[in-house]
Structure formats: C-alpha cells, structure tokens
C-alpha cells in the first residue's frame, strides 16, 4: 500500500509518499512523481511517512530525477528517515540526487 | 524443546506474482512480533526476501508459476536465519556483478541494486543449487 498527497506550497510541489514503496507500488510512485517534475519547475518529494523501500521504490525515484533533469527541474528528496534512510545512503542516492533534511518549504 | 523451537520459527510458500508481497510483509511482521523482533530487523527480512522474490519472478521465471517460492525465517538467540528457496532459472547471486554505488545519475543502469542491498542487510549470504530449486540463506543479528 502506497499513498501520494501531491500539493503546492510557496513555489514548490511537494509529493507526500506514506507508507510502502515496493515492487508493487513501484510504478504508482514513478507515475505521481514524474507527474510533478512534468508540471512544476520544483518538486519536492517528502518521504517521512514512507515505512518501506526496497530497490524497485528507488528505482521509481531514479526515474523520477532523470525525468527531472531533462526538464531542467529541481527535484530534492526530502526528510528521510530511520531505515528508508539506510538503503538511500547504502545505494549511494547522494550522488544521484539532491537530498534535504527538510522540505525547501 | 522441540515444541519451543517451533514458536520461534515460520515456514510458508509464495506464488510467482507481485501481490504475494503483501503475504510476504504479513508473515514477515508475524515472525517479528513473536519473537520481539524491532523494526529495523522486520525492516531488513522484508528488503533481503522482496529483493530475492521479485529477481525470482523477473530473471527466473516465476512469474505465475504456483508455490514457486519457500521462505523458512528462524530465531536461535541472538541470531536471524532466512532461508529462500525459488524454482526458478538456477542463479548464483555470488555472480551478479557489484554496482557503483558511487555512480552519477548518468552511470546508473535501471537496475543492479536489489542483490546488493540483500547483500548489505544480511551477512553470510550463501547459495546451493539443490535439485530444481535455488538454494540461498543469510543470517542477521537479531
């Protein structure tokens, strides 16, 4: 089960993603934050309600940076926390895309 | 005593399609409750049997195949076994090459990272091919 809340707030679109980002959720969570970075010069995507990733979800989000940088938009992957942390840091995320403690906004 | 040994540990099968891991995090939060595992350990089982069973169904042929999976989780003390057994293509994860994880957004295959985060949540990774199944188990602190 995934659950994606997209909203604008002070120039930014902020995605909110709870709960698991999985195999099977994987191309729900491709499709909301491709759909921001289509419409909006700067998405943020707000993980702190995500209890789950495993490389299928990260490979949502990579897909999701690609897409960004080919429209020229800024695109930071926010409020990381606890375990959803560790696989980012493992998979080396940093050096893929931007990542923030907080949102921009 | 062998009665004990049964309350710590959960064996069960999975078909070859994505919703069954939905069943797969049910039975993996059960096996945690039970033996007063935190959510970090549930966290890590979870990541090291999806990463396996979605590579058996994508790479394997599993995909629709009935009972195409058997997973036997196990606490002894202070240790988490998992054993994940597929009848899929046989596959030694020991081969697949390691990604660079240090790899800008343009060196980055679509893929390449599940086996790498079995392999960095769970130690003693091992493989057997036995029969027509793979073979794979892997132990965590518990």
């Known amino acids: 089960m995934i659950e994606l809340k997209t909203e604008t707030r002070a120039g930014w679109c902020v995605v909110a993603i709870r709960g698991r980002a999985d195999a099977e959720t994987a191309d729900e969570l491709e499709a909301a934050l491709r759909a921001a970075v289509a419409q909006h010069p700067k998405v943020a995507a707000d993980f702190a309600g995500l209890d789950y990733i495993s490389s299928a979800g990260l490979r949502a989000v990579l897909q999701a940076a690609r897409a960004a940088q080919a429209a020229n938009a800024e695109f930071a992957a926010c409020q990381l926390r606890g375990s959803v942390k560790r696989v980012f840091d493992v998979s080396g995320m940093q050096h893929v895309l931007r990542i923030d403690e907080n949102l921009p906004c | ?142």
Request: charged share 25%; proline share 5%; aromatic share 8%.
């Open chain 2, 1 to 142: 005593m062998a009665q004990s040994a049964l309350l710590t540990g959960v064996e069960f099968t999975l078909d070859g399609n994505l919703p069954e891991l939905e069943r797969l995090a049910d039975e993996v939060a059960w096996f945690c409750e039970e033996n007063a595992l935190g959510s970090e350990a549930e966290f890590d089982l979870n990541l090291a049997l999806e990463e396996l069973f979605t590579n058996a169904i994508r790479h394997g042929g599993c995909e629709g195949m009935k009972n195409a999976v058997r997973i036997r989780l196990e606490r002894s003390g202070d240790l988490l076994a998992a054993e994940f057994a597929d009848r899929g293509r046989e596959f030694d994860p020991a081969t697949a090459p390691a990604p660079d994880v240090s790899a800008n957004l343009a060196g980055r295959p679509p893929g390449g990272l599940g086996l790498h985060l079995v392999r960095s949540v769970m130690s003693d990774v091992q493989y057997q091919r036995r029969g027509d199944w793979n073979w794979i188990t892997m132990r965590r602190p518990a």
